[in-house]
């Protein structure tokens, strides 16, 4: 398994500059935060990746494969090693939690259905799902139905899953679940995990490196330790949660 390398990114939309030129690389099975306020730039980021976005400048690299220009085609098995489970779950509510977790089965594998459902039961035992697997998205929470939406980016095998704020919206126990099984994947399974978030309990809990973006650049880039003592004032307005403090709003 290789990285990721963002090299000098810049993207901006209209007269907003949103990244500034950003280098950040990401090591083969770490759980990576990369942190800031709103409107940071930090989902904007992560999307050149699997080409929802394309930088205005700078590259981005795959195991030292430029990706920044390859055609939509190409980016499919991109997607394929770079799952990315967004803030909200996108289940269908028509469909069972099972049925869910098969659709890019179906779409990508050519099994037959009876494989299908083998390996997306696969899946949802590796969230913990698997007993409500015929019962419909309707009749859980945030916290659940997120880690349904996880099982399924998890049906491809990526090397690689980004999550985008997976704690947002849901109570602190299922946040802590949710936290618990990314660092799973990581620990157990080898998935390099990039998690945008401003959860601070989620940061110091299973970070194993923290970037944080502000005013379009990369402010810091380090350890749990390093953000804890750093001087900055910046960073300890954030971690801290300070209403007041030199970060611009």
Known sequence: MGRIEFRDIYKSFGSKHVLRGVDLVVDPGEVLFIIGQSGAGKSVLVKHLIGLLRPDRG?????????????????YPIRKRCAMVFQNSTLFDSMSLVENVILPIRKHLGLTDEESRDLAMEKLRLVGMQR????????????????????????????????DEPTTGIDPISAAMVDKLIRHLSDNVGVTSIVISHDLRSIFGIADRIAMLYQGKLLLDGSQSDFKTSEDPIVQQFIQGLPEGPMEV
């Open 132 to 163: 409500y697997s015929d019962r419909y998205p309707a009749d859980f929470g945030d916290g659940m139905r997120k880690k349904v939406a996880i099982a399924r980016a998890l049906t491809l095998d990526p090397e690689y899953v980004i999550f």
């Open 59 to 75: 590259r981005v690299f795959l195991d030292d494969l430029d990706v920044t220009d390859l055609k939509e085609k190409e980016f």
